[in-house]
């Protein structure tokens, strides 16, 4: 059975039964008999609907409905695929199925729309997949840490010669996807990042994500999930570079992610990922470095589609998810992947989650982008 959680006055914990999941959700501001626009929060990894805790009541006092959901294969969202590693079934797992998640989750919630779809890390790959997949349903888009880099470039004029070139291949596979949702860059990246990575004695996060000892490695010992959950928030590393990491940290830095963390909210997560592990998590980067794009064929229907609903993007100027993909960033902000980008903010003094680290800059962004709707 699962404890109360510590959440903030004006924010309930339910769930939602749907056809694809049982749905966890945080929320405030639910109101059936005075409806709201409604703004849709989803989280990055390792984290749940309970990073949004910060965020959701000042948004909820702007006048808006605000659901979190603890997303598929994430803390008490039920019903994904809980297989082994080897037998799970990562189609359930693909871009598309994420999307539809969520519009599932809002047409059983009562809304046919969502104001502003919001997220962090992961989360983001969610939501921009769908403001790009439904712009008719997502009124609006605001992604955090992780750019939008856009939709995926198919191989082009190969019909004249009759095949496709070797380059003309890695063009597809490489596409232009990673920021959006897509796992065909992460894929073609791989192709040299790794010998790179290797010849270093290092390993890339993503790739060691995606391999079977990844999970039980992240949660064994369980008595040493709480050291290793404060380490990764401070540092967002792999298990051992954090204990590496940590070793040589003062106490000052470590205890300055507690004014943002609490122990008792770093409970929270220490108590859900002990109960249900990492591998939910750890499934959506299998299936997005997968050797190929085996796994992300379904966005290749959107090649060249822009995101054309207002866009924004916030983050801390110390958070180095923003350069993962060289330029994606600067492609939301010029046009080139967003029809209608309004809003950049990067943080002086925060790191990669803002959610929890800045919400107050949070809410100005989401709030700002809603104002010019």
């Not at 959440?7 to 914990?13: D, H, K, V």
């Not at 897509?182 to 073609?188: I, K, L, M, Q, Y």
């Not at 994500?209 to 050291?227: F, I, K, R």
């Not at 998810?321 to 967003?338: F, N």
Request: negative net charge.
């Amino acid at each position: 059975m699962t404890t109360p959680l510590p959440l903030p006055a004006g924010i309930t914990s339910r769930l939602i039964p749907t056809k694809t999941l049982t749905f966890h959700i945080l929320e405030s501001n639910p109101d059936p008999s005075t409806p709201r626009p409604l703004l849709l929060l989803l989280h990055g990894f390792p984290e749940l609907a309970f990073s949004w805790r910060k965020v959701i009541p000042p948004l909820a006092a702007a006048g808006y409905h605000v659901v979190a959901p603890d997303q598929r294969g994430f803390g008490r969202t039920t019903g994904w695929d809980t297989r082994p590693f080897s037998e799970v079934d990562l189609n359930t797992f693909t871009l598309t199925s994420v999307v539809r998640d969520m519009v599932t989750l809002v047409h059983a919630l009562g809304y046919r729309s969502v104001q502003c779809v919001v997220g962090h890390d992961l989360g983001a790959v969610t939501a921009a997949m769908c403001a790009l997949v439904r712009p008719d349903f997502f009124k609006s888009v605001a992604l955090l840490s992780h750019p939008f880099n856009g939709s995926p470039v198919l191989p082009f004029g190969t019909a004249a010669s009759g095949s496709s070139s070797s380059g003309e291949v890695a063009e597809k596979k490489g596409g232009g996807g990673g920021g959006g949702g897509g796992g065909g860059a992460e894929s073609a990246a791989g192709d040299h990042v790794h010998g790179e990575l290797a010849a270093r004695g290092r390993k890339h996060y993503k790739w060691y994500y995606s391999t079977e000892p990844a999970n039980e490695e992240m949660v064994e010992p369980v008595e040493g999930l709480g050291e290793f959950l404060r380490g990764y928030f401070h540092l967002k590393n792999m298990r051992e570079a954090v204990r590496r990491h940590m070793e040589s940290e003062s106490e000052g830095a470590v205890a300055a992610s507690k004014a943002w963390l609490s122990d008792e909210e770093l409970a929270v997560y220490v108590s859900e990922y002990a109960r249900t592990g990492f591998q939910g998590g750890l499934n959506w980067y299998r299936v997005r470095t997968a050797a190929g794009g085996r796994y992300t064929g379904d966005f290749d229907v959107y090649a060249g589609r822009k995101i054309e609903v207002p866009a924004a993007f916030v983050s801390g100027k110390a958070d180095w998810g923003i350069y993962q993909e060289p330029g994606a960033l600067e492609k939301m902000v010029d046009g080139r992947v967003c029809s209608d980008f309004r809003v950049l903010r990067l943080v002086d003094g925060v790191g990669h989650w803002a959610p929890q680290e800045c919400p107050e800059v949070v809410v100005e962004v989401v709030l700002e982008l809603l104002r010019g709707l």
